[in-house]
């Protein structure tokens, strides 16, 4: 199984000669855009499907396609890390429309950074633990255009193009996303105190 961590980024001139010789099938530069990208697509895919083995699976299936699709790519304001996005949320998207039902993407749980002490460390958890809920309860779009941005780290531009959409579309997807975030994050801290007081 991959890891989900996310390595060190790539400057754009070290990527662009990488996959310049990728496309020449130089072996050492496709296995170093690899080691790049596979941790962060894995994770992605990962908290899409909730399934470790699966994921490992699709992102398979990613890399495969990319390689297939490589010699046809070419920077146009779309870096390679948003256009690996884009083949991974279709490969998902491929996978659900098989499967025919809906199933809940989990996040990871290293959202948070590690702190000192017992108390700090059970609260972010806890704290990780309600912002999970929540964000299992936003719409799927909702849900997607928060891991992209925020768990991915891809721009508006990027974001827009991994989910087909205008940046203005992803924009205000985005904010009702976060809006709602906040209404069920504060909602969770009420119905949480209300239920510590009983």
């Known amino acids: 199984m991959l890891s989900s961590g996310v390595g060190s980024t790539l400057n754009a001139e070290k990527e662009a000669s990488l996959i310049s010789q990728a496309k020449r099938g130089h072996e050492a530069a496709i296995s170093q855009l690899y080691r790049q990208y596979a941790p962060r697509i894995y994770g992605y895919v990962a908290s899409r499907v909730g399934d470790p083995a699966l994921a490992d699976d699709l992102t398979s299936e990613v890399f495969l396609r990319a390689l297939e699709g490589l010699p046809g790519f070419e920077y146009r304001g779309i870096s390679l890390g948003a256009w690996l996005y884009r083949i991974a949320h279709d490969r998902v998207a491929d996978h659900f429309r098989k499967q025919a039902r809906r199933q809940t993407a989990p996040l990871e749980n290293g959202m948070l950074p590690p702190q000192n002490g017992v108390e700090p460390q059970v609260e972010a958890n806890l704290e990780a633990q309600r912002l999970k809920q929540a964000i299992e309860q936003l719409t799927d779009d909702q849900r997607?255009?928060?891991?992209?941005?925020?768990?991915?780290?891809?721009?508006?531009?990027?974001?827009?193009?991994?989910?087909?959409?205008?940046?203005?579309?992803?924009?205000?997807?985005?904010?009702?996303a976060l809006t709602?975030?906040?209404?069920l994050m504060s909602q969770g801290k009420t119905n949480g105190a209300a239920d510590a007081g009983r």
């Open 144 to 176: 997607q255009v928060i891991l992209l941005r925020f768990n991915a780290g891809l721009k508006l531009r990027e974001t827009a193009y991994v989910m087909d959409r205008s940046i203005g579309a992803v924009k205000m997807l985005q904010m009702r």
């Open 180 to 183: 709602s975030l906040r209404q």
